[in-house]
Each structure stands twice: as structure tokens, then as C-alpha cells.
């Protein structure tokens, strides 16, 4: 008998609904996008009832219609959503205003006090195993508190994006230990898992305002009536906690074993796996958060700019590059507007038409800063080494190999400083692994097979699906997903690159050294 989970995929720009069963096949799907609001410089937010539970109604509603299967059918709901937000809510679970997304940087002053202690500073990477950025929640309930008081007083629960939309599925305030770790304030050393008292004395919060701490495979419940009625669903649909994006998409890559490793590349990028104790690495700015997978914490290195690169170039040159002319004034060209044409697949067909190394021409990746192995707010990115020789072809196909570098230096991380040991292969998931060059060109740089999952853009939601397939029994460990998800392709790296690519590599390392310094001079006042 085939049972059907419903996977919601809650990201920044808009939610994708996925009917999956148990073998992994996506039954139908459905997307609904919504914007991000920006009412005032450094502020990101967006309203998690007209925004989220509006989408996540209407496409499920969409994808029972488009697929057929009746409402009584759908086992389970499980969310898979962006992370690091703040949502106060009062008594009934209504948000007392719009949620803080990741994005948001208003607490940053606040997120800066808080690890401004060096001893405190110490004790917190110590229970949490990281230390919160500008973003964070941990801030965001200090600068509510201070410049929002009258809100904060009538705070019944502080909640992240997938918390909001549990209670408003089930009633509970409940939270996984994933998204719990990325709070900052939670202690994540294995056997403790629970909200620190220590942290939270520093920030006078009381623990009764958080939700409850659960692993990401327990069932929280059954739909409300409510909730049932506005999806489309029954009451007999079951809940499951599930995950954050970045958590989800690792058990979606497959890589689900200890120290299998999954390339994520969109529009950032990060290598990950799965271990099962915590790791910190200071000098590569490598940490671990816990996994959806319960007893595992996921090891992360993050590159904040891979696929918003080669965006970046698109958007700027973009139907000059597809071989069409527009008028002065357009951006676009009709048939790229309308999708009569993929830009991307256009830019692969040029870069093709270049050899490895791009003729001498480095892409440095960094476009807005970077994070893993270099935590440098400065650093911007751009060519080097540019000449009358080079045309778009060799600089398409350097924005290719500049991300594939900088990969390479995460991986080395990873591997010189004995975090992993010898990684023999990568999973890879993520809207760059629709390409076929670029695979390949990752593959080579890292002398790695590269292991493209066959619904690359949909790991998330597959990877929920799984959580909820194990909650819910129909699966029997997360070990089995390594046989669940598919492997499209693999890219065997080719040995006869290795040596420009060796040199490229090291080439963009020297060029960082060099220049760092520069870099920081010209931003900092710009910052």
C-alpha cells in the first residue's frame, strides 16, 4: 500500500509543496511565491499568515487536485523551512507583529554585545558550539525587549518559521533541536540538548516563553479542524516536527552516513555531513549544528556566494549573452522573459566553448563577503588577471571554476585539519547541479567523482519526506534513505585537469592573501 506525505519546502522566496511517497517518487508539486518586505534599512520581514499559511493552504490544495490522491490518503504534513526567524506571538498563537527573517540585521549591535564578553564568549562556543552573527535570534529577543517593549511584554511564545506553522497545524509549541542549535541559546553538547539557563540568564529570557525542545522525527499530532479545513485535509493527518532547510536538504542529498559529504550549491554554497559528535574548527570556520537525524549533529562549511554569481552575471549581460538584441532601455529579451529560452543552459553551451583554466583568467567568488575558511566582511570578488585576449566564453567559464575553487579550499579544510579525513566522493544537490558543466568542472578542481541526486532542486522536500517516512515507521532508519535517493549522474574528475586547475587554486589563494588587506581599506568605510 503506498502511503503519501505532504513536504513542505518554506524557503525566503515562496513555499513548494511535495506529494512523496514512501520509494521517494514526487507525485505532484506545487509553487507559490511571496515577497520579503523591507520596511526599513537592514529590516527583512515577512507576515507568517498572509505570506506562509496562505501558500502552504493553497498549494497543498493544489497538489491534491493536480495528483489525484484523496485528502484521507495523506499520511503526514512535515515542513522543511528557512531558519534563524522571530516571531513573538501572544496567548492564541497570533504573531504580534511580522516575522524577523534570517535575512534581518537590525539586532546586530545586540548580537555584538552579547559575545562582546570574552568569557562569556568562551562559555557559549562551549554549550552551543558556535557564536551568533548579526542575524540572530538571540539579538532580535534582546532588541525587542529594548526597543519594542510593549510587544515583548505581551510575548506568550518566541517562535522560529517552522515553529509558527506547527502550532498553527496542531496547537502545540513545540521546536526541533536543529533549529533550537541556531538560536544560540540552546546547549547542543551531546546527552544535554536543552535550552541553557546560563545563556538565557544573560539575556533575562524566560525559558517558559520558548517552545519545547523535540527531535525532528516526532509526531507532534494531528491536524486541527481548523487546519484541516483550510488545507484541504483530515483530521487524522499527522504532524511531524521536521527540520530547517539546510538540515533537511543534508538528509535529502543522501549523504546520510557519518562523514558522507553533500555539496549544496544555489545561490550560496556549503559542503556538510553528517558526524556523530560536534565539531569546531576556529581557524576554518567550520561548525556543527544538530541534524534531523536524531543522535547526529551536520558539520557545515558555507560559501556565501556560488550560483548568485553567475545570477549576478545573467542579469547584467544577460540577453547580450543569449544572442539577442533588446532594446537600449530593456533588461531582458522577450523570449528569456516569457522562459522561452534558459538563460543558464545558454551560459553552459558558451563556457563549454572554453578550455579549463579559461585561458589564465581567475574569478574570485567572493561577491559579498565570505565565510568558510575565511570569515572576511570585506573581501569582494572579481577578475583577475583579465585581458584583450579573453571574451565571454573564458569569462563565463571563470565564474564556473572561481566557485569550484573556492569549494576546493572548504574540502581542504575539511580534510587537512582531519575534521573528515580523505573525503572519496560528493553528493550534490542544488539548483547549480542542473548544469552539466558545472558538476564536472567541481569534479575536477576537487579530483572527486561528483554524485548529482536525481531531483537536485528538490532536496529539501525530500529530504523532510524521509523524516516524516521514519517517524512514521514506513522507512526503517535513515540509513535506507542512502538507498532511497537517486543518483542521476556521476562526474568522474579528469586527471588531465588537475594540473591547471592545481595551479588555478593556488593562484586564487595567493591572490586573497595579497590583496586582503586592500580589500578592508576600501569597505570598511562603506560598511
Known amino acids: 500500500m503506498t502511503t503519501y506525505v505532504l513536504a513542505h519546502d518554506v524557503g525566503t522566496g515562496g513555499d513548494k509543496a511535495s506529494l512523496i511517497d514512501q520509494t521517494g517518487r514526487i507525485v505532484a508539486s506545487a509553487v507559490r511565491d511571496y515577497p520579503v518586505l523591507y520596511p526599513q534599512p537592514g529590516w527583512a520581514e515577512q507576515d507568517p499568515e498572509a505570506h506562509w499559511w496562505q501558500a502552504i493552504c493553497e498549494t497543498t490544495r493544489r497538489v491534491l487536485s493536480d495528483s489525484g490522491v484523496e485528502p484521507r490518503d495523506v499520511a503526514a504534513v512535515v515542513f522543511s523551512t528557512q531558519m534563524m526567524g522571530t516571531i513573538p506571538v501572544d496567548r492564541d498563537g497570533r504573531p504580534l507583529m511580522n516575522c524577523m527573517t534570517w535575512m534581518d540585521t537590525r539586532a546586530a549591535e545586540q548580537n555584538k554585545a552579547i559575545i562582546s564578553n570574552p568569557i562569556r564568549m568562551l562559555r557559549m562556543l562551549r554549550l552551543t558550539g558556535g557564536l551568533p552573527s548579526g542575524k540572530d535570534i538571540i539579538g532580535k529577543i534582546v532588541w525587542l525587549r529594548e526597543e519594542r517593549p510593549q510587544i515583548y511584554e505581551k ?28 538560536t544560540w541559546f540552546m546547549d547542543s553538547r551531546r546527552g544535554r540538548l536543552r535550552w541553557s539557563s546560563t545563556i538565557l540568564g544573560w539575556i533575562r529570557l524566560d525559558e517558559d516563553r520558548l517552545p519545547r525542545l523535540a527531535p ?49 550549491a544555489g545561490s550560496s554554497a556549503w559542503l556538510g555531513a553528517h558526524v556523530s559528535s560536534r565539531k569546531l574548527d576556529i581557524w576554518t570556520y567550520t561548525g556543527s549544528i544538530c541534524s534531523a537525524i536524531p543522535g547526529m549533529y551536520l558539520m557545515i562549511a558555507e560559501q556565501e556566494s ?25 533588461t531582458v529579451c522577450t523570449q528569456c522573459e516569457t522562459g522561452e529560452r534558459n538563460p543558464y543552459a545558454e551560459l553552459d553551451e558558451i563556457a563549454a566553448g572554453a578550455s579549463p583554466g579559461s585561458e589564465g583568467l581567475i574569478f574570485a567568488p567572493w561577491m559579498f563577503g565570505e565565510r568558510s575558511p575565511i570569515d572576511d566582511h570585506f573581501v569582494r570578488g572579481g577578475y583577475f588577471n583579465l585581458s584583450l585576449a579573453h571574451g565571454k566564453t573564458h569569462m563565463i567559464r571563470a565564474v564556473l571554476e572561481g566557485v569550484a575553487y573556492h569549494i576546493r579550499w572548504m574540502m581542504e579544510g575539511l580534510e587537512k585539519r582531519k575534521m573528515l579525513g580523505r573525503v572519496p566522493a560528493v553528493n550534490m544537490i542544488g539548483g547549480c547541479a542542473r548544469s552539466d558543466i558545472w558538476p564536472q568542472i567541481i569534479a575536477d578542481v576537487l579530483q572527486k567523482p561528483v554524485r548529482r541526486v536525481r531531483h537536485p532542486l528538490e532536496a529539501g522536500s525530500v529530504g523532510a519526506a524521509m523524516i516524516a517516512f521514519v517517524a512514521l515507521g514506513e522507512v526503517s532508519n535513515f540509513s535506507a534513505v542512502a538507498h532511497i535517493v537517486e543518483i542521476d549522474r556521476v562526474f568522474d574528475p579528469n586527471p588531465g585537469n588537475s594540473e591547471v586547475y592545481d595551479s588555478g587554486f593556488r593562484v586564487l589563494k595567493e591572490y586573497y592573501r595579497r590583496n586582503k588587506s586592500l580589500w578592508r581599506k576600501v569597505n570598511r568605510q562603506r560598511r
Open 155 to 182: 510575548t506568550h511564545k518566541f517562535l522560529d518559521c517552522k515553529d509558527y506553522l506547527i502550532h498553527r497545524c496542531t496547537g502545540e509549541y513545540v521546536t526541533s533541536y536543529d533549529c533550537a542549535n541556531l
Open 216 to 264: 525532528s522525527t516526532e509526531i507532534v499530532g494531528t491536524l486541527t479542524p481548523e487546519a484541516a479545513s483550510e488545507m484541504g485535509l483530515t483530521t487524522e493527518t499527522q504532524v511531524v516536527n521536521g527540520a530547517g532547510d539546510m538540515t533537511s536538504a543534508g538528509v535529502g542529498s543522501g549523504a546520510v552516513r557519518e562523514r558522507e559529504v553533500h555539496l549544496y
Open 306 to 330: 556560488a550560483g548568485a554569481c553567475l545570477k549576478h552575471l545573467r542579469e547584467n549581460w544577460h540577453c547580450d549573452l543569449c544572442r539577442h538584441v533588446i532594446e537600449r532601455a530593456a
